[in-house]
């Protein structure tokens, strides 16, 4: 969502396998309508 690589998120958050690392990468359109963050949640 941020334009951040894969790469650069993995280095971060310490996975060995993209594959693993990609399983917490969630669609960043479930960010974009949260009604819990429009109610101030």
Do not use: C, T, W
Not at 8 to 17: F, L, R
Request: no cysteine.
């Amino acid at each position: 969502m941020a334009g951040v690589s894969e790469r650069a998120i993995q280095d971060q958050s310490g996975h060995k396998s993209p594959a693993v690392m990609r399983r917490y990468i969630r669609d960043s359109s479930l960010f974009r309508e949260n009604a819990a963050a429009k109610v101030g949640l």
